[in-house]
C-alpha cells in the first residue's frame, strides 16, 4: 500500500527534510514538498547583503526536481491544517497526507508594533530579515552622514538570536570613518538581559564586552511599545523614550496562520514538539525549525537558527520512516549546534555548544577570526551547492 508523507515549507528544514525522507522510503511511497514558490535566499547570508559582500542573486534558493529527485513539488499557498481528515488544504486544493512535517518557519509582522510600518514607508528605518529589505537597509546607510542609528529589537522570540548583534557590527564596519569619526553612534535596544540569553550568562557578558569595544552601546530590558514616526521616537514599556535618526529593526515574528490555527499549535502560534524526535500531540505529525516551541530543560525554548532546522529535519525523516513501518534510523535530536557572529573585517566569533544540556545549555562564544569567518563561507557554499541546480 502507498503512502505520502508532506512536508510544508521549502526552507532548510523542510528541504533536508524531503530529501530525507525520498532516501529512506520505497519507491512506492510518496514525498511531497510544498512551498509557496520554491524561490528564496538563504538566510545565513542575508546579514552579508546588509554588508554589501553579497547581492540577491548571489543567495538565491532554488531547488528544482535535479536537486530533490523523486521529491514530488508542489507550488501552493497553505491554508489550513485539518489534522483530523490529515489533509492540507492549499490554494490549489487539497493533499491528503499519511505523516506531515511542518516547517512553515516564522513570518514577519511588522504592523504589530505601531509606527514601524509607517516609519519604514517614510525611510527612516529598515529591517535584514529579507535579502530585499537588507539591500535596502544597505543603499539608505550609504548615505546617512551622521547622527543616531538604532537597533531594536521589537519583540520575542525572534530568528537567530544572534541577528541584531551581528548587524551592529556590521553596520559600523560598513560605515568606516562616519562611525569612528563618531559622526554616528549606534544603539542596540533589545528586550532581552544580555544578548543571545539562551547561551548562558558568559556568552552573552562576552558579546556585550565585544559591543563595548566597538563603541556600541547596548541597552537591555527595553521592550518597544510603539514608534513615533513624526519625531523618530521609540516609546517603552517602562515609558522611557529614545530618538534616533535612523532605525534599524528586527521585526516582530508570529507564527504562519495555517500554523496558528491548526489543532497542533500552542497558545502562543508556535507548535509545542518532542525536544529528541520532534513529534507533536498528533501521532501522524511532526514539527520542525521556526515554527516550532522547543523547550529546552531549562524551561527557555530553542533558538529559532537554519543550523537546528536542518538537524531536525533528519530526525524528523527517519522518525517518520520508523512509523510507517520501514527500518529506518533512530534519529534524535541532540541539541548541538551553534552560530557565527559576524564583526567586519573578514573576522567572525563562533557560539556553539549543547543547548539541550541539563540544567542549562553549555555553550562557548569563541573570540573573532577570520577562521570562523572562512566555515561561515565553507557553509553558505555547502548549502546553496545541495539546493540549487549546478549549470
Known amino acids: 500500500m502507498s503512502r505520502t508523507v508532506v512536508v510544508l515549507g521549502a526552507g532548510v528544514g523542510g528541504l533536508t527534510a524531503a530529501a530525507e525522507l525520498r532516501a529512506s522510503l520505497p519507491e512506492s511511497d510518496q514525498a511531497v514538498l510544498v512551498d509557496r514558490s520554491f524561490s528564496g535566499a538563504l538566510g545565513l547570508s542575508s546579514l552579508w547583503v546588509l554588508r554589501g559582500w553579497r547581492t540577491l542573486d548571489d543567495i538565491l534558493v532554488a531547488p528544482t526536481e535535479a536537486t530533490l529527485p523523486g521529491v514530488s513539488m508542489v507550488t501552493a499557498h497553505v491554508e489550513h491544517i485539518d489534522t483530523d481528515a490529515r489533509t492540507v488544504h492549499c490554494d490549489t486544493g487539497p493533499i491528503h497526507y499519511d505523516a506531515l512535517i511542518i516547517a512553515l518557519g516564522a513570518e514577519l509582522n511588522p504592523s504589530t508594533l505601531?509606527?514601524?510600518?509607517?516609519?519604514?514607508?517614510?525611510?527612516?528605518?529598515?529591517q535584514f530579515y529579507t535579502p530585499e529589505a537588507a539591500d535596502r537597509l544597505r543603499r539608505r546607510l550609504e548615505t546617512f552622514e551622521s547622527g543616531r542609528l538604532g537597533i531594536l529589537v521589537a519583540a520575542l522570540p525572534y530568528k537567530c538570536p544572534a541577528a541584531p548583534y551581528e548587524a551592529a557590527f556590521l553596520i559600523s564596519d560598513l560605515l568606516g570613518d562616519r562611525f569612528t569619526s563618531e559622526a554616528v553612534h549606534i544603539d542596540v535596544f533589545t528586550p532581552e538581559s544580555l544578548p543571545m540569553p539562551v547561551a548562558g550568562p558568559d556568552v552573552g557578558r562576552a558579546l556585550t564586552s565585544m559591543l563595548e569595544a566597538k563603541g556600541i552601546g547596548f541597552h537591555n530590558e527595553?521592550?518597544?511599545?510603539?514608534?513615533?514616526?513624526?519625531?523618530?521616537?521609540?516609546t517603552f514599556a517602562d515609558n522611557a523614550e529614545e530618538t534616533f535618526d535612523l532605525l534599524a529593526v528586527v521585526p516582530p515574528h508570529t507564527a504562519p496562520a495555517a500554523v496558528r490555527t491548526s489543532a497542533v499549535a500552542?497558545?502562543?502560534?508556535?507548535?509545542?514538539?518532542?525536544?529528541?524526535?520532534?513529534?507533536?500531540?498528533t501521532?501522524?505529525?511532526?514539527?520542525?525549525?521556526?515554527n516550532t516551541a522547543l523547550i529546552l530543560p531549562n524551561g527557555k525554548p530553542l533558538p529559532k537558527a537554519a543550523i537546528f532546522a536542518e538537524a531536525e529535519g533528519t530526525v524528523a525523516a527517519h522518525q517518520i520512516a520508523r512509523y510507517l513501518g520501514y527500518d529506518a534510523p533512530d534519529t534524535r535530536f541532540t541539541g548541538l549546534g551553534g552560530c557565527y557572529v559576524e564583526i567586519g573585517g573578514g573576522l567572525a566569533a563562533k557560539g556553539e555548544g549543547d543547548f539541550l544540556a541539563p540544567p542549562t545549555p553549555r555553550v562557548t562564544l569563541h573570540g573573532p577570526s577570520a577562521d570562523f569567518h572562512h566555515e561561515k563561507e565553507q557553509q553558505e557554499r555547502e548549502w546553496l551547492a545541495r539546493w540549487n541546480a549546478r549549470t
Open 222 to 234: 527595553k521592550t518597544a511599545t510603539g514608534i513615533d514616526p513624526r519625531t523618530r521616537t521609540v
Open 266 to 281: 500552542g497558545p502562543h502560534g508556535w507548535i509545542p514538539v518532542d525536544a529528541s524526535t520532534l513529534t507533536t500531540d
Open 114 to 126: 505601531p509606527g514601524l510600518d509607517q516609519t519604514v514607508e517614510s525611510n527612516d528605518a529598515g
Open 283 to 290: 501521532p501522524e505529525v511532526w514539527a520542525i525549525g521556526d
